[in-house]
């Protein structure tokens, strides 16, 4: 049964940085897009960023730009999403996702929920004032 694992996530300042894991069991990441979506608290899941992983292509929400940075470690089948100047905003769940094959599907993009087939079960982060 194909798991992913998040971690990383707890509660920081303003101006903090988190670095978050999703680690791959029973799947292999390395042909995959994985993306991070972030879930405030009532709100829907949006995806934050996203690495096709064979291409090393990356995409990022405008949001998190500068601040926010994807990257993967094929040996650990790990995803990383290393987060700096954390705002308020940021606080939420942040979940992993991934999908084979490229970032990319005819009935969707690679930042809403309905392209991925699996999905880990969160990590909070919060950003306080």
């Known amino acids: 049964q194909v798991q992913l694992m998040e971690s990383g996530g707890g509660s920081v300042q303003t101006g903090g940085s988190l670095r978050l894991s999703c680690a791959a069991s029973e799947y292999t990441l390395s042909q995959s897009c994985v993306a991070w979506f972030h879930q405030p608290a009532g709100k829907e899941r949006e995806g934050v960023a996203a690495?096709?992983?064979?291409?090393?292509?990356?995409y990022y929400v405008d949001s998190v730009k500068g601040r926010f940075t994807i990257s993967q470690d094929n040996a650990e089948n790990t995803v990383y999403l290393q987060m700096s100047s954390l705002k308020p905003e940021d606080t939420g769940t942040y979940y992993c996702a991934a999908d084979p094959g490229p970032c990319s599907w005819a009935y969707s993009t690679w930042d809403k929920t309905k392209g991925y087939a699996h999905w880990g079960q969160g990590t909070q982060v919060t950003v306080s004032s």
């Open positions: 690495i096709y992983i064979p291409g090393g292509t990356t």
